[in-house]
Structure formats: C-alpha cells, structure tokens
C-alpha cells in the first residue's frame, strides 16, 4: 500500500466540498451520519472549516454493530467540540426521534433570533451529509416517511433544491451531501474497507483479512473462537484462524486441501455484518 503524503489533496475532493458549501449556504443545521464503528474515518475532517459556523448534530449510526463502551471516548471528543452526539440504529424509530430532537435542540438558536427579531419562526433546515453507505438514505427515508410533502423550492447556485417537511419545526433537503472518503492514512483506509464503506482496490482481502484476524486474536479472542467453533491452538497466527475456519466451516479447494482464500472471505464478511463481535474498529486510530 502506497501512502499519499501531503499532496493527495485530490481534484474530486476539492469539488465535492465546493458542492458541499453551496448547500451549507442553505440550511441551519447540519446532520453528518457517521459509522458507529469509525468514529474517526468515516468522518470527513474537511468538512468541519466548511461548516464550523453551523449547529452540527453527528449521528453515529450502525449502534447494533458497534460497542457503545468502547464508543464512549469518542462521544466526549466530539462533544467537546461543540457537537450535539446521537448515538442510534437507524431502523429504530426510537433512535430516529431522538435526531428529530437533536436537530431541533441545535436549531434554537436560529428560532430565538427569529423570536428576538419579532418575526414568526420559521422551521429550522438541515441537511443530511456523510459518506457511502453509512445510512443518510435511511434516515432521510425515516425522518420524513411520515409526511413526505415538498415544501419549496429554493433556488441554489447551480440547481433548485427541494425541501421535505418533516413537521411544523423541521424541513430536510431532499438529497443527501456526500462525502469522499478521505484516505490520507492506511489505518482509516483498512477500517473503511473492514466495516464495507468503500471498496478500496489497492488493499488487497488477504491483508484485510490479516489485519482484523490480529485484531481478533489480541483483543478479542473468545469471540472470534464462539463464532467458528475454533480451538485454543487455531488462536495463534491469522494462518492458523484462517485455517480453522476452513476446517470448521468445509471449506475446501479439492478434497483435503483447504480454501484458505474462502475463509478470509468468510471472516469478512461475518466481521462486516456483526456476527463476530461488537467494537469500534476507531479505538485503533490515534485520537
Ligand atoms: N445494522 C444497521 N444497518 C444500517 C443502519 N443504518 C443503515 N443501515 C444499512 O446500511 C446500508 C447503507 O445505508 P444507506 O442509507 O443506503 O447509506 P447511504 O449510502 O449513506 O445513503 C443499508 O443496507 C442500510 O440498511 C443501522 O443503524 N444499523
Ligand atoms: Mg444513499
């Protein structure tokens, strides 16, 4: 893996938050959805200048897939820096409630000046950002399911937006911002890769593999050897956990020889989907 130094400042990245700061423009509040599991990476660090003068609300998604214990550094991280935190599973209505809340708890500051003006308040927008895949569809979905109604149309910079009403307090820019990914250091690469936010091309499975198998071993063995049914001596090199796996779950190139490649697969795709354990992949990145 190569790692790009000071000059990976792409162009894509530069137009992504050019597009970012027109809808910023906008809006009162800004949600950014961020994986449970990568409080750190899945974060674009970029777009805190963008919006540092705008009540921010993070909502840390995928909750079921995370460890809230091991969460908990990071919730007083970001909210002592003037974040308002919303830990959720996003297929929870509950947990959606509680956003709604959040955002308008942010927005007051905008309702009071419409109070202190002598002007009828007007609902507070926001605006859903965030990465691939870490859910802004779903909450969008969810926020507004129940009263999907186009309020307006606002001319932006370059196109109309379109508004969704959540209720009389709230409306919601129909799109989501999306972010890029930012790559600039290879721990955040192989944990965006781990929790299948971004295919990453030039790491190749077996080293993810490799690198959560450690992870697995170190700190959290007795998980990874309930899930596969594995022996204490399977336990001591990602070669022999890979292996275990193989033999445990019939994984076989031809008879008697194991599919090696099959079960790193495996222990990804059972990672990814939470089945091996609940963590915060992020405690492994400096703070
Ligand atoms: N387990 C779990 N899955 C979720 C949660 N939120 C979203 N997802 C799933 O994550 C995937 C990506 O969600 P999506 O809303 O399309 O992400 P987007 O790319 O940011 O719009 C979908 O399969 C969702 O069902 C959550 O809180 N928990
Ligand atoms: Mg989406």
Redesign the pocket.
Known sequence: MQQKGVHWFPGHMQKAMRQIKEKVDLIDVVVE?VDARCPISSKNKYLEDLTNNKPRVIVF?????SSLQELKPFISYYKNKGYYCVI????NSGDINLIKKAICEKGKVITEKYIRRRMKPQPIRAMII?I????????INRLTKSSSTSVANTPGHTKSQQWIKVDNLLELLDT?GILPPVYDNKISAIHLALIGSMKIENIPEFLLAEYLATILIRDYPNNLKERFDLEETDLIYPSSVFLGIARKRGLLIKQGEYDINKAELLLLKEFKE?LIVRLVLDKYVEL
């Open positions: 959805v998604s995928k909750k079921d897939l959720c599973n996003l297929n965030g691939p895949n870490v859910g802004k569809s779903t909450l989501p939470g």
